[in-house]
């Protein structure tokens, strides 16, 4: 499909710019836009656990964000480099830009390598039908860098640097991710409580994030390729998905990266304990089964996540929702509101 | 007075790789010499190879040119010699394949000659490489990837010489690799899946195939492939454009 068909009007202005907490709100006080077969309701997202029902399983992603935007010098000056995604010991994937609100492409030249502080990357080539993103090596510990120089990866629509632990979750587990799993953001130790009490289950996948670039996605006639992420579906979780279905009760996602870890983890009846990398694309071609709902952020228009939401509750479901969302000046982006998009027939 | 001994600079990984100049095989080989690979690039025609070394060696690394046949007893044996340099090997990749006749022919029209020689580059060679270098890849614990297609296991009409052969290649890597365990040599095939490239065109002459991805589609996965343990890998047959890349637990 092409990325016209996933076009819709969001005015200008409704990013969130910097966390709710600097706008006055605790993190679980976020607005929260649930869409079932009744339309939209509206809420604030503390009051999840009452909108679930004993039994449900919330399925999270306990990947923790890396200190993933690095200072380096080259051929070209001083820019920096967002590092996406690591290939194997030496191999990354990463993202050289001009600066937080400037994307690439920056030139590169094989025989030129970028250093960040006892680092060198070494270029190797873009990344296919990806031009901003190139596969470097390393020479020296590319973790060690982050830890000493490395920040948060943040876009021009974010009004100042914040700390790292602005960018975890209270899932945040195991470091990987290039940018924060954010659907996971609003959740807070009350949250959490009133779930347990609710007799609402909570399980790990793992999928490491890649950087999103969200200035450079909506752009060309077709949704740009996707590259692929490291993931993990434990045994456990596979089995508790499996038992809660079984039960007849719901399995809802928190986020877009564990839908697609779910869904690579399909086997074709149920969700199976799987690892690896995957490049699934979802969306009407390729509809979601393995979850009933989804707790995600709003998306830009003409993006692979704006699909994978079509093909868990459909277009029409999605557009009438969004209308609404802009309508009432919902927040889009890592900071901003929540939404729980209930597929047909599950909410 | 005392003479420093010279410093023992880090051990370079090192690749030996089949129809290196054209195709799969040069994208392979950009990517291999930009992870810092010492590199034998082997192809039949000089001149393309020459100009895929030339842009291989921009990244710093050795690059050895032989040009020849794969199912020359000369070539490898040239391969061979010139691993010898080295300390051992660490990956082979047996990327050099025959197609067959262009345009394909229904089976029975193909000449048993045509057969033959399908055979010997896509299954002989391929095997005859992995005996020769064998000591060489246990030195280093070294990764055999063998090219397959999704001819192996399609029955496509036209396809059955190539199809049968990379059948038979796809069985001797899955042998290889239970036989070679114990020496620590990981075999692995990979089916590319449908690409832009001079052979593709050569099975639809005349055709157009630019709905086809060019193969640095593939890359991804290689550079995914290059980085897993051994142990993980060994045994599969990985899809390099499928949705999911892993060990199959």
Sequence with gaps: MSARSYEFDRPRGLEARAPPESRGLARDEVRFLVTDDGGSTHHRFRELPDLLAPGDLLVVNASATLPASLPVRGDAGEFLLNVSTQYGDAVWLAEPRFGVGSPGPVPLDPAAPLSSGAVQFHPIGPFPGIERLWFFRADGSVPAAMTERGRPIRYGYVDEAYPLAAYQTVFSRVPGSAEMPSAGRPFSARVLDALRDRGVGVAEVLLHTGVSSLESEAGGAELPPVYPEPFDVPRETAERIRATREARHRVIAVGTTVLRALETAWDGCRVAPRSGFTRLVLGPGRPVRSVDGLVTGFHDPRTSHLALLFGLAGEERVRTAYSEAVERRYLWHEFGDSHLLWRPGAG | ?249
Excluded: C
């Excluded at chain 2, 229904?106 to 048993?112: E, N, R, V, Y």
């Excluded at chain 2, 580059?121 to 070294?142: D, I, K, M, S, Y």
């Excluded at chain 2, 199809?163 to 020496?183: N, R």
């Excluded at chain 2, 620590?184 to 099975?203: S, Y």
């Design chain 2, 1 to 249: 007075m005392t003479v420093p001994s010279p410093e023992p600079g880090p051990v370079r990984r090192t690749a030996v790789l089949t129809g290196a100049s054209r195709g799969l095989g040069r994208v392979v080989a950009g990517l291999l010499a930009g992870e810092g690979y010492d590199l034998i690039v082997v192809a039949r025609e000089p001149a393309p190879l020459a100009e895929l070394a030339q842009h291989a060696r921009r990244f710093g690394g050795e690059v050895v040119e032989v040009v020849g046949d794969v199912s020359d007893r000369r070539t490898r044996n040239e391969v061979r010699a010139r691993t010898g340099r080295w300390g051992g090997l660490d990956l082979l990749v047996n990327n050099a394949s025959e197609l067959g006749p262009s345009p394909l022919p229904p089976l029975l029209q193909l000449s048993m000659d045509s057969l033959d020689r399908v055979f010997r580059v896509n299954v002989a060679a391929p095997l005859a490489l992995v005996q020769e270098l064998a000591p060489a890849l246990a030195r280093r614990r070294g990764l055999v990837v063998n090219v397959s297609s999704d001819a192996a296991r399609g029955g496509y009409p036209g396809w059955g010489a190539y199809g049968a052969s990379k059948a038979a290649l796809d069985l001797v890597s899955l042998t290889l690799a239970h036989e070679l365990e114990a020496a620590g040599i990981a075999v692995v095939a990979v089916d590319p899946g449908d690409m832009r490239t001079a052979m593709h065109q050569a099975a639809y002459p005349g055709q157009d195939i630019s709905d086809r991805p060019l193969p640095d589609v593939t890359l991804p996965f290689w550079a995914w492939l290059l980085g897993r343990p051994h142990a993980e890998v060994t045994g599969q047959r990985y899809l390099a454009q499928s949705d999911h890349w892993g060990a199959g637990r």
